[in-house]
């Protein structure tokens, strides 16, 4: 019997770039197949050639062992293959049922729509994937998980028996990441194959069959999961073995205390919390999803209103009531959202860095002087190795960790020496991460000092010096760097400790 879907030779070119050589892929019935790679490995291109959004060069695509043409994503989903991308293409207003039935709505001979039919069937599809959710409830009210498993519903709708999931856990708590795996498994029993597309290494061994891995947009190797440890796929990722992601802690003291807010109170009867952040440090904002790590963070710069609060800034007191105080008085802020919040993305990387900080680059006459700001730029784009063909390059064209980078490099150009990193590693791949947490530290040895929070356990103990630990809004211990472990973060993050930090 032939396989569900193979990828023969599939190529790829844009100007100047050869993007897939000659890319193989197979899977098969009711299997889970992992594809890994690097971010601008080639896989968001293989899947878009997959889906019909992009045609390739060269190679065919084999469903059931008949070759495939597809000229649009209509075609791709005609053919069996669903795919569920990281931005999600749901109607926020619509309700689930509106939503799965979108384009192929059920209706008599009069064209009215058969209302009870779509939703027993909608229902009939999430009883099969195992959950229940209001499914006349409009989509902008359901959590991240719902809207995924809404999406898959969609896939479901239409037949799919190949489903495509692409990073589908980056903004999924645990629990709904487990709640996603056994849907997963149920869509396996049932003779469905998935491809699942992902950057927590160890989701593959909890759910995986096999494993594709792509580098520099080539095959690396096939393997099963069984035959496989985590090592050896970053090797395989990288073309290296990654001794240890994280830059060494210094051995020196902490410098001078930078920044110190006291009393921030958010909300009214909410908790009182204080804190202090010292040249030279990564200070760790840690807890479980919901615990208001970001929250506190949004109101010392003034992003979120707050009760009240104080905050005295290298000796000084000053005012933040809004993110252009913040951005005054040197504070920068990583957004957790990159894409939305942090760039914008049609612009190019000069664009990008420069955009806080125009007034730097006007000459005598008040314009704007081109070649001082390109200049400045490039000299930004080599110190955080910054990959891209040139400073005009569009930053919608950047890997995930490079679009961090341009983010750090603008709050470096304003001179900012307090930056705020909101998950600074989502999204991107384990060989980004490194550089990452080798420029944060890099960074600190400068003199800057960082506050980061994270969702991810092991960053937060192989980077941090010091550990500010949430639990339902509250800073309930900060852990100094002897102290900073698994146990201990986690003790104090599910509230099993009656300390409180005023």
């Known amino acids: 019997m032939s396989s569900l879907l193979k990828l023969e030779n599939i190529c790829k070119r844009y100007p100047g770039v050869q993007a897939l050589k000659a890319i193989n892929l197979q899977v098969e019935r009711g299997e889970i197949h992992a594809l890994l790679g690097e971010n601008g490995a080639g896989k968001s291109t293989l899947m878009k050639i997959l ?9 065919q695509i084999l469903i059931d062992g008949q070759v495939q043409q597809f000229a649009t994503y209509r075609d791709a989903i005609a053919a069996g293959i669903g795919i569920v991308f990281q931005e999600f293409s749901l109607i926020p207003y619509l309700t689930a049922v509106e939503n799965i039935f979108l384009g192929h709505e059920l209706s008599n001979r009069f064209g009215l729509l058969r209302k009870r039919e779509m939703v027993e069937a909608a229902e009939a599809l999430f009883k099969r994937l195992g959950v229940s959710i ?83 947009g080539g095959n690396v190797g096939v393997t099963d999961v069984a035959d496989s440890d985590i090592d050896r796929l970053v090797e395989m990722m990288v073309g290296r073995r990654l ?15 930078l920044l110190e807010v006291k009393d921030i109170q958010l909300v009214r009867n909410g908790p009182h919390n204080s804190f202090q952040l010292h040249k030279g440090e990564i200070l760790g904002f840690a807890g479980l999803v919901g615990s208001g790590r970001t929250e506190l963070a949004l109101g010392m710069m003034g992003a979120l209103p707050s009760v009240s609060k104080e905050v005295w800034l290298r000796g000084e007191k000053v005012t933040l009531d809004d993110p252009a105080q913040a951005l005054a008085h040197g504070i920068g802020l990583l957004p957790e959202s990159r894409k939305s919040e942090g760039l914008i993305t049609d612009f190019s990387i000069r664009e ?9 680059y006007q000459n005598a ?6 070649a001082k700001e390109c200049a400045s730029v490039e000299n930004l784009m080599r110190q955080l190795s910054i990959k891209a063909p040139s400073g005009e390059s569009r930053v919608f064209n950047l890997s995930g960790g490079n679009q961090q ?41 400068q003199g800057y000092a960082i506050i980061m929070i994270s969702s991810e356990l092991p ?10 630990v949430f639990h339902k809004g509250a800073i309930v211990k900060v852990l100094e760097a002897s102290a900073v472990n698994p146990q201990e973060v986690m003790r104090h993050a599910t509230g099993g400790s009656s300390e409180y930090v005023h």
């Open 134 to 216: 209001d499914l006349q409830c409009a989509v902008k009210h359901l959590s991240v998980a719902e809207q995924q498993f809404v999406e898959i519903a969609k896939a479901l709708a239409l037949d799919a028996r190949l489903l495509v999931l692409d990073e589908p856990t980056a903004t999924l708590t645990p629990s709904e990441a487990e709640l996603l795996f056994e849907i997963m498994r149920e869509l396996k029993r049932q003779g469905v194959a998935v491809i699942f597309i992902s950057h927590h290494l160890e989701e593959i061994f909890q759910v995986c069959d096999r494993i594709s891995v792509l580098r520099d």
């Open 352 to 360: 990008n860095i420069s955009l806080n900080n125009l007034p730097k």
């Open 459 to 468: 960053e937060i103990i192989g980077m941090c010096d010091r550990v500010a």
């Open 51 to 59: 889906g019909g959004v992009e045609h390739q060069d060269e190679g």
């Open 405 to 445: 980078k341009v983010v750090i490099a603008r709050w470096i150009n304003h001179q900012c020496d307090v930056l705020v990193f909101d998950e600074p590693t989502r999204g991107i791949d384990v060989g980004a991460k490194a550089q990452i947490y080798t420029l944060m530290r890099s960074l600190t040895e």
């Open 365 to 370: 006459s008040g314009l704007i002087d081109k």
């Open 243 to 257: 001794q240890s992601s994280f830059a060494p802690k210094p051995t020196k003291a902490r410098g001078p205390l």
